[in-house]
C-alpha cells in the first residue's frame, strides 16, 4: 500500500445525512465526478486550497448517516483535506454541522497527530515528541527564553517601595520560583 496511516475516532454530522446527500459525500470522498459532485468539484478547484487527496475512500458513513469513520485498519493521507474540502463546499452550504476528534498515526514515531472538528472549523495539530532527557540534563523541558524571562522577574522582585494599587506575589511564591527554576 506505501505509506500507512492508521485513522481512530469520529465525527458526528448533525443533522444525520440524508440519503442523497450521504450518496453525495460518499462521491466526493471517492473523488467520481459525476453530474451530483461537478457543482463540488468546480467550487473546490476554484478555491484558495484547490488540492484533493491523493486518495479516495478514506471515511465510512455510519448506517444512520450521523458519524464520519474513518477507514478502519491501514489507510493513507489525506483525511483532513478531504474534511476540509468537504466542509467548506458541502456541509456548510448544506446546513450540516462537523464535530468530534480523529487521532491519526503514520509509519514514523514523529508522523502522529490530531483533525479536530467543532462547529465546522477544522483544524490539524501535530503530536510533538519531546524527549527531555535524563534528569540530571540541566536543559530538560525548559524552554531557553522562558527560563530567562522567569529568572528576570525573580531577580527584579523586591517587597520594599510598594505602592496601594499594586498587587504583589507574596515572596514565599518567589522563593519557591527561585528554587525551582534551576531545575527547568
Excluded at 468530534?100 to 509509519?107: L, P, R
Aim: hydrophobic letters at 40%; glycine letters at 8%.
Amino acid at each position: 500500500m506505501g505509506y500507512s496511516v492508521y485513522y481512530h475516532g469520529e465525527i458526528n454530522i448533525t443533522p444525520p445525512l440524508s440519503e442523497d446527500h450521504a450518496a453525495i459525500v460518499l462521491a466526493v470522498s471517492n473523488q467520481e465526478e459525476r453530474e451530483e459532485t461537478s457543482a463540488i468539484f468546480e467550487a473546490i478547484a476554484a478555491s484558495r486550497e484547490s488540492d484533493l487527496p491523493g486518495y479516495g475512500g478514506l471515511f465510512a458513513l455510519s448506517d444512520d448517516r450521523a458519524l464520519i469513520l474513518p477507514e478502519e485498519d491501514e489507510s493513507r493521507h489525506g483525511l483532513r483535506l478531504c474534511l476540509l474540502q468537504l466542509i467548506e463546499h458541502f456541509f456548510k452550504p448544506s446546513g450540516y454541522v462537523l464535530n468530534g476528534e480523529i487521532s491519526w498515526g503514520g509509519d514514523e514515531p514523529d508522523d502522529r497527530g490530531w483533525i479536530f472538528v467543532k462547529e465546522n472549523q477544522l483544524e490539524a495539530v501535530d503530536d510533538l515528541i519531546v524527549n527531555a532527557g535524563p534528569s540530571w540534563s540541566p536543559d530538560h523541558d525548559a524552554d531557553p527564553d522562558l527560563k530567562q524571562k522567569i529568572q528576570s522577574l525573580v531577580d527584579t522582585s523586591d517587597s520594599e517601595g510598594c505602592s496601594n494599587d499594586l498587587t504583589v506575589v507574596a515572596a514565599a511564591s518567589l522563593d519557591a520560583l527561585r528554587c525551582l527554576l534551576p531545575m527547568l
